[in-house]
């Protein structure tokens, strides 16, 4: 399909693409045979997702990692494994996220067969309502909100606020960061961190404020496969990996080498090539230039306005990317219907009573094809 809604991480259409090095490395592995866990200069078993697993720990300055097949995993592993059944977690009620398809933290919580103490308000926890049940409770965990915003008379204790108390009172500090922002610095693009992120944690702060383990997403803005990722002290991430889920959440083989393969490009300087990262900082220029050329060799009724793409999947909530967008004119929902029927089926969004079509999720080899189907609504 060919994704033209300017959603970059689109959940109905899986996420991020994945770089061609990615691709390529799953295909290999999945059509042949690879290194899965044989270290070479011995002939010995080796740990599966070693190399992935060193990138981890070296990109982010944490002692270790692991790498499992989403995130909810990887939180249902940090909490079986850190803390165990019948004992108490502590989590803001601003916290308490339910994610697409009717995900919500206290089931998963309950699932693991851990006791819920829900802190704080909706609006408001500081790190006062923390140090209440400190002494109480057997880990704390924070999650950031990465599909919704509160916003107004709000307060919430920070990561460094937290892992602090945690390490006072001799407790695990779990922090989920869910997107998968390596760094804040962004030092992967041009230009440093655009405005759009100020808001979304770095995995490599969060870790330096403290946390004991640090939980994100492999997808999202990280850009590789879906996966589930944990960073941080060396005898916590050994315990995950010690837990017998550990084993029924493992990556396979395409999905550690695509992952893996995404992570050396950040390792070697080259992030800005992760087509999540090739989209988001597309220049505005370049695409009104070629919404421009499209609408003016596709003879179909339509303008180029100014409008905005989103992050999309849950990540950075309430963000945009100014974008110039395709605004078809005629009845939208005849018009989308009949793009989405299209071959390839072509993606639209539908706003404002018009079909729009934002360049900034099309590649620019489909420039073509959508030109085409835009001349064959007339015929």
């Known amino acids: 399909m060919i994704n033209a809604t300017g959603v970059l991480l689109h959940t109905n259409l899986g996420r991020a693409p994945l770089a061609e090095d990615a691709a390529m490395a799953a295909a290999r ?15 010995l078993r080796s740990k599966r997702g070693e190399l992935a697993r060193a990138m981890l720990a070296a990109m982010t300055g944490a002692e270790a990692a ?51 103490v829900e802190i704080g308000t909706t609006n408001r926890t500081g790190i006062g309502d923390y140090e209440r049940v400190v002494g109480y409770v057997d880990a704390l965990l924070k999650v950031h909100p990465a599909n919704y915003r509160v916003e107004g008379f709000t307060e919430a204790a920070t990561w460094r606020e937290v892992a602090d108390l945690a390490r006072t009172a001799g407790v695990p500090f779990i922090a989920d960061v869910g997107s998968g922002l390596l760094d804040t610095r962004v030092p992967w693009m041009r230009g440093g961190p655009p405005t759009w ?11 330096s404020d403290g946390a004991g383990v640090v939980l994100f997403s492999g997808d999202k803005l990280l850009g590789g496969p879906q ?32 992952l893996t393969a995404t992570l050396t490009l950040y390792a070697e300087g080259r992030g800005a090539e992760v087509p999540f990262w090739a989209m988001a ?68 969004a539908r706003r404002g009573g018009h079909v729009q079509i934002d360049l900034r999720t099309v590649h620019p080899s489909h420039d073509d094809v959508l030109a085409g189907a835009l001349k064959a609504l007339g015929g």
């Open 29 to 43: 592995q999945a059509t042949g045979y690879g290194n899965l866990e044989i270290n070479l200069g011995t002939g």
């Open 66 to 116: 692991l790498a499992v097949n989403n995130n909810a995993a990887a939180l249902l592993l940090a909490l079986a494994s850190l803390v165990g059944a019948g004992r108490r977690v502590a989590v803001s009620r601003g916290e308490l996220i339910e994610i697409g398809g009717s995900f919500r933290l206290p089931e998963l919580m309950k699932a693991a067969g851990i006791r819920l």
């Open 197 to 207: 992120l100020a808001e979304e944690p770095g995995v490599r702060q969060v870790l």
């Open 227 to 258: 996966s589930g990722l944990a960073v941080g002290a060396h005898d916590l991430i050994a315990r995950m990996a010690a837990h017998p889920i550990a084993r029924a959440v493992r990556l396979d083989g395409p999905t550690l080498a695509a």
């Open 281 to 348: 900082s597309a220049d505005y220029a370049e695409l009104e230039e070629r919404a421009t050329r499209l609408i003016a060799s596709a003879a179909w009724p339509a303008l180029v306005v100014a409008g905005a793409s989103l992050p999309g999947a849950g990540s950075v909530p309430g963000a945009t990317i100014p974008s110039p967008i395709i605004r078809l004119e005629g009845d939208p929902d005849d018009l989308w219907r009949r793009l989405a029927c299209a071959e390839p089926p072509i993606l639209a």
